[in-house]
């Protein structure tokens, strides 16, 4: 059988454990597995080992993370295997704090076209979440330095796992990566994410969020938009209100509309159809595609149809 026929009926084995019930036989294999020089079969079993919550082979992960940080490249390309691992210990609830500060400053350079690349920003943040998540003292420290690194994986974790952490302290510590330079749409989506759920109330973190409804920065304006329509909060509606009344571009204009239908507030409604019924041709257009998403809804799409009857005769 070809190596690729038997790699895949190997990891459709381990998967076939999570139908079974947990026995001495399962560990048995799952720990064989946890040692293969495969890191592809190393990640698989680490999964199963986490969904079956199978705490007896945390130590085995433990040495298996060890031993996928001696020549890396060649047994954990990006390191889908260390960051299973971290994961599973994650759910498995095991305090390895070692491990995580460890993880959380490894680095994994792998050859690219015309030079080198470090694959193991996704496992920086993962281990920060980890320490996050279990209340690490020192955790904000770990993290306030990873919301610099140079990888958007690892800058994503990082912004995740101050909400996690929970503590209003690190509130700045978001504000300051968000002014400070950013420039990742979807570092600034998280950050956005985080403040709102840190911030109660929320009116700071909605103040904040709305000045970069002007920003320079390419896709900023629309993260914010889509950051304040997901808070669905009234402070939000207004911000946006007053953002498309400054001069604006149509695309601006359709992000807005949409974070409005997405707020699902009574006000935001009532702003929107009116646009369909009494907004100039694009406001009118881009508003009833707006709310689309809500055909199924008979009493907000009687309302639309209406609004649209009224602007047409």
Sequence with gaps: MPKLKVLEALLEELQSLKRQPVSEESRTVLQQNLQSKLGVVVAKAAEITADLGIESLATDLLIAFDRL???????????????E?????????????DLFVQGSRYEQWEPIWGGQEDRAGHLRGRCALALAELGYADALLVIGNM????????RMGAAQAVACYGSTY???????????????????????????????????????????????IAEAPAVAAIAL????????????????????ETENLRVAFAAM????????????????ERGTDVESAIAFE???IYRGDTAIWERVETALSNRNS
Excluded at 229 to 248: C, K, V
């Design 85 to 97: 691992i971290v994961d599973a210990l994650r759910k498995l609830k095991q305090r390895e704090y």
């Design 147 to 154: 919301l610099a690194d140079p990888t958007v994986e690892a």
């Design 261 to 276: 239908a997405a707020m699902r507030l009574p006000e935001a409604f009532d702003y929107l159809i009116d646009a369909i």
């Design 290 to 292: 707006s709310l689309n």
């Design 229 to 248: 329509g997901d808070s669905r909060n009234s402070e939000a509606f207004q911000a946006l209100q007053a953002w498309i009344a400054r001069p604006t």
């Design 69 to 83: 940080t001696r020549n890396p490249v060649q047994v954990d390309p990006g390191c889908l295997a260390k960051v």
């Design 170 to 216: 690190g509130i700045p510590l978001l504000r300051l990566r968000a002014i400070g330079g950013e420039t990742s749409p979807q570092v600034l989506e998280v950050i956005f994410t985080s403040l709102l759920a840190l911030c109660q109330p929320q009116t700071q973190a909605i103040e904040f969020i709305a000045k970069f409804l002007d920003s320079e």
